[in-house]
């Protein structure tokens, strides 16, 4: 790690003009400490992560879900829909301004929470799924998951599908879900990648959390440290939208 604060983000952004440069690939692999600044809860934050409230692996399970679809609707469900009023901040601004301006290829996000579309990115790999969209167990239906949260108000659990009947569910990635096709989408980009931005993750969460292994230059935003730490080029213990906001001032030679 780099002792001197403004060389760092003078280092980064040296990084990501070179690879620009040279015509390289750059990525951003968020997790949900991206979007606590938008009050959003992360997992394992000390005193403010959900997992000093509930185990989110039991909450948030496939087997629950499947087995008792009482506990996951009041519990697990009500958990992903507190999200949808959420708003982007910086961070993801800055994410999306840094892809519009060629300096990164796109997000691979662990989050859910749809705030890198809000904010204008344009290539994300949804590697956990997302809360805007519902799917059919049965026949493949596809829809909002607003459909699913009115049947759930009236007390119709587990919600149905509207073109068959059959058992519909959030679009998300469960604990103990198959990884979806987003998934290989990002190891495929990764592998061809040349660096990799992560930002307010505790990479923690396989198989997301081996991609930092793959490339060659890693560098690493996240408030506490990280299994990863060690072999990142730099790595920032400090908010996400106040290293990204040093690292974009550096490299457009302008704040935001
Ligand atoms: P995590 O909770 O395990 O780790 C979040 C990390 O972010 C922590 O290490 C924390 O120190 C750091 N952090 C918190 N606020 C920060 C900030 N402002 N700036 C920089 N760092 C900050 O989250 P994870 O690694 O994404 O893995 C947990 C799983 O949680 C993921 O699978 C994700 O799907 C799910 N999740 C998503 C959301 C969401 O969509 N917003 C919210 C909660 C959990």
């Known amino acids: 790690m780099n002792s001197c604060r403004e060389d760092v983000y003078q280092k980064v952004a040296a990084l990501l003009q070179n690879i620009k440069n040279k015509r390289g690939a750059s990525l951003a692999l968020t997790g949900a400490g991206i979007s606590t600044e938008s009050g959003i809860p992360d997992f394992r934050s000390p005193g403010s992560g959900l997992w000093e409230q509930m185990d989110p692996m039991e909450t948030l399970s496939a087997q629950v879900l499947r087995e ?3 506990e996951f609707y009041i519990r697990g469900f009500r958990l992903l829909t507190s999200m949808k009023d959420a708003t982007p901040n910086l961070a993801h601004q800055i994410l999306a301004k840094l892809e519009e301006a060629g300096y990164i290829q796109g997000v691979i996000t ?3 929470d749809n705030l ?3 904010a204008g990115s344009r290539r994300v790999w949804e590697v956990h799924g997302n809360t805007r969209e519902a799917y059919c167990l049965s026949c493949r ?3 909002a998951l607003s459909e699913l949260e009115q049947q ?3 007390g119709s659990i ?3 599908c509207p073109l068959c009947g059959g058992n519909a569910r959030p679009a998300v990635v469960l604990f103990g879900d198959p990884m979806p096709v987003a998934f290989n989408e990002a190891l495929e980009a990764v592998k061809k990648a040349d660096l990799l931005l992560v930002v ?3 990479l923690s969460v396989y198989p997301v959390a081996y991609l930092p292994e793959l490339v060659r230059h890693l560098v690493i935003i996240n408030l506490t440290p990280t299994p990863q730490d060690y072999r990142a080029e730099v790595v920032l213990h400090e908010k ?4 990204l906001a040093k690292i974009y001032d550096r490299l457009e030679g302008k704040g935001l």
Do not use: K, T
């Open 68 to 70: 008792r679809p009482e």
């Open 110 to 112: 662990q989050n859910i």
């Open 116 to 118: 890198h579309h809000l």
């Open 141 to 143: 239906w596809r829809g």
């Open 152 to 154: 759930v108000a009236q």
């Open 158 to 160: 587990p919600p149905r």
């Open 200 to 202: 307010g993750s505790s």
């Open 240 to 243: 996400a939208s106040q290293a």
